[in-house]
């Protein structure tokens, strides 16, 4: 229940679609003879677009996000890597049988170069098929092919292919892993993403080290406007804004213990 309502009320809260059916409702509303309804949906909506779009109010709502867990030295020895999904174009992948890589794909090659470093660490896939709408294949399917292509074999991969959020990564890679006291495992996801995910991991349970990749931001931004082009505004006003309320609902829910988790937590 808590994966379908949270898609569903994605739908209609991400930027882009808020912004046009904010629109949309102005539109019916000067047609219906409501001037001040259809004013104030048209300013809400063309507001969303301006700031995504022309600000760097996406930027500067990722920077703490990608701020909050700094990449660590390198451990000596590491037994294995956890990477989550999201980093592949699944609809593509399904269709052609391939391994295309979507702008979150430095997770998938950040852990092959890990791989090659650490020989002997186990390599976990996490991720199954996580959109309510979209068929696609799963992270965990398309990434042996990846993986194998650049030198990872088949008998140190260890697929989740279950899961659909980041709860779920953490919990079946868990219940599929059973880490043992004393082990290193290096945890392997977008920077802007790490301190839901961290948090999610140690509250199932599994001590991993955050090896924090996938930078949006060069935490030079500052407030501006067109400080990078539209299209890359508006994801990473999507992200920062799927990623803070995806905070507040785990914590709300119980399934983080902290709002805004971080390395002393």
């Known amino acids: 229940m808590f994966y379908d309502l949270s898609k569903i009320f994605w739908f209609f809260i991400q930027p882009i679609d808020l912004a046009i059916f904010l ?29 995504s779009a022309w600000t760097s109010l996406g930027a500067m709502m990722l920077n703490p996000l990608e701020e909050r867990f700094p990449k660590p030295p390198l451990p000596e020895k590491v037994d294995g890597i956890v990477v989550l999904g ?39 896939v996490s991720g199954g098929r996580g959109s309510l709408f979209l068929d696609g294949e799963g992270d965990a399917d398309t990434a042996p092919r990846l993986l194998g292509a650049l030198g990872v074999s088949a008998d140190r991969m260890i697929l989740e292919d279950k899961s659909r959020n980041t709860y779920e990564n953490a ?34 349970g599994f001590p991993t080290i955050p090896w924090p990749v996938d930078y949006r931001t060069s935490g030079r931004e500052g407030v501006g406007f067109y400080r990078d082009n539209p299209v ?11 990623e803070w309320i995806g905070l507040f609902a785990y914590r709300l829910s119980g399934k983080i213990d902290q709002f805004f988790p971080g390395p002393d937590d």
Do not use: C
């Not at 082990?183 to 995910?197: C, G, K, N, Q």
């Open 86 to 124: 999201g980093g592949l174009e699944g609809a593509i992948n399904l269709a052609r049988g391939g391994y295309e890589l979507n702008s979150s794909g430095d997770r998938m090659v950040e852990t092959a170069i890990l791989a090659r470093r650490f020989p002997q660490a186990k390599v976990v």
């Open 23 to 51: 629109l949309l409702a102005g539109l019916l509303a000067t047609l219906f003879g409501r001037r001040r309804l259809a004013a104030t949906g048209s300013v809400l909506g063309f507001t969303i677009l301006i700031l």
């Open 171 to 204: 919990v079946f890679s868990r219940k599929l892993v059973e880490p043992k006291p004393g082990e290193t495992w290096l945890l392997v996801t977008s920077a802007f993403h790490m301190p839901r995910a961290k948090a999610l991991f140690d509250k199932a």
């Open 232 to 242: 890359d505004s508006v994801q990473a006003t999507t992200i920062a804004v799927r």
